[in-house]
């Protein structure tokens, strides 16, 4: 109650969750450690958009979230992770190294934290809610080798089709654009054909971390989708209509995805390394 009294508090604190640990754990493992647990999370902050594989939320949107029934909300998850540390003469043996880790999303139903997200789903849910900033999509060429995408661009817009004032469809229309960041084929692959095909492993790859994390959020039966927040913006006299009963339709919602997938630069690559020479 003091914490989400002060204006400033609830302005400027962030939220995170202490996945298999408590939050008293975390701030004297951390301290132990000699690491500032306040830095750390401050670097989380400013730079989760590198892989956009977790997020940021502030409390005083956590409050607003929290007050409404029909939404799942997704909070960020802080994980310690410890390993043996090196050590050097004169040092204590066995020490541990203490790592805060960012990678996943808890999931809030009913305020009761019901899941957890793993990396790929998390970065899902940050698709399909429009906070994905960065990341890496890896691929396989025509040739069945790893190329890694470089994220430059995510956009999801989302149509609902109703019969009625029953809904029966939400479309998903992504836009994804990406850099080749590396390849690990010998092979040319910037030829049109080539290029082609990558357009369409990127899209199959995002496709299915889609379906993946749409069968999560229904199997829960927790929107964390953004299809309640699109509604009410887009159809609020519909949503009025239909909120009472959301629990019940979410879970059977048919869902079409539509990707638009594009390569846009290949950095200094013109060839690969130790490329074969053409014929």
Same mark, same amino acid.
């Given at each position: 109650?003091?914490?989400?009294?002060?204006?400033?508090?609830?302005?400027?604190?962030?939220?995170?969750?202490?996945?298999?640990?408590?939050?008293?754990?975390?701030?004297?493992?951390?301290?132990?450690?000699?690491?500032?647990?306040?830095?750390?999370?401050?670097?989380?902050?400013?730079?989760?958009?590198?892989?956009?594989?977790?997020?940021? %939320?502030?409390? /005083? *949107?956590?409050?607003?979230?929290?007050?409404?029934?029909?939404? =799942?909300?997704? #909070?960020?998850?802080? @994980?310690?992770?410890?390993?043996?540390?090196?050590?050097?003469?004169?040092?204590?043996?066995?020490?541990?190294?203490?790592?805060?880790?960012?990678?996943?999303?808890?999931?809030?139903?009913?305020?009761?934290?019901?899941?957890?997200?793993?990396?790929?789903?998390?970065?899902?849910?940050?698709?399909?809610?429009?906070?994905?900033?960065?990341?890496?999509?890896?691929?396989?060429?025509?040739?069945?080798?790893?190329?890694? %995408?470089?994220? /430059? *661009?995510?956009?999801?817009?989302?149509?609902?089709?109703?019969? =009625?004032?029953? #809904?029966?469809?939400? @479309?998903?229309?992504?836009?994804?654009?990406?850099?080749?960041?590396?390849?690990?084929?010998?092979?040319?692959?910037?030829?049109?054909?080539?290029?082609?095909?990558?357009?369409?492993?990127?899209?199959?790859?995002?496709?299915?971390?889609?379906?993946?994390?749409?069968?999560?959020?229904?199997?829960?039966?927790?929107?964390?989708?953004?299809?309640?927040?699109?509604?009410?913006?887009?159809?609020?006299?519909?949503?009025?209509?239909?909120?009472?009963?959301?629990?019940?339709?979410?879970?059977?919602?048919?869902?079409?995805?539509?990707?638009?997938?594009?390569?846009?630069?290949?950095?200094?690559?013109?060839?690969?390394?130790?490329?074969?020479?053409?014929?």
């Amino acid at each position: 109650d003091f914490i989400t009294r002060g204006m400033q508090l609830r302005l400027d604190n962030n939220i995170y969750i202490a996945k298999d640990t408590t939050a008293e754990e975390l701030i004297v493992k951390t301290s132990q450690s000699g690491k500032s647990l306040s830095e750390t999370i401050e670097h989380f902050t400013k730079n989760y958009g590198v892989t956009s594989t977790s997020g940021s %939320l502030k409390l /005083i *949107e956590l409050m607003g979230e929290l007050d409404d029934q029909n939404r =799942g909300i997704f #909070i960020p998850a802080l @994980n310690i992770m410890t390993q043996k540390a090196d050590s050097r003469q004169g040092e204590e043996k066995n020490k541990e190294d203490i790592k805060i880790k960012l990678d996943r999303y808890g999931i809030i139903k009913d305020n009761i934290l019901i899941a957890y997200a793993d990396k790929q789903l998390s970065a899902a849910i940050n698709i399909l809610n429009n906070k994905y900033i960065s990341g890496d999509i890896t691929v396989s060429d025509p040739y069945g080798y790893d190329v890694a %995408l470089e994220v /430059i *661009e995510m956009n999801t817009k989302k149509k609902y089709k109703f019969n =009625g004032d029953d #809904i029966e469809t939400v @479309n998903l229309h992504i836009i994804v654009n990406s850099n080749v960041g590396e390849q690990h084929s010998k092979e040319n692959i910037y030829d049109s054909t080539n290029m082609e095909y990558l357009f369409m492993q990127q899209a199959d790859a995002l496709r299915e971390d889609i379906y993946a994390i749409i069968k999560f959020a229904q199997t829960h039966n927790v929107d964390i989708l953004g299809f309640r927040n699109g509604m009410i913006r887009r159809h609020p006299i519909r949503w009025e209509k239909i909120k009472d009963d959301w629990n019940s339709i979410f879970p059977n919602l048919n869902v079409e995805i539509d990707v638009k997938s594009r390569i846009l630069r290949t950095y200094d690559i013109t060839q690969p390394n130790g490329m074969r020479s053409m014929e």
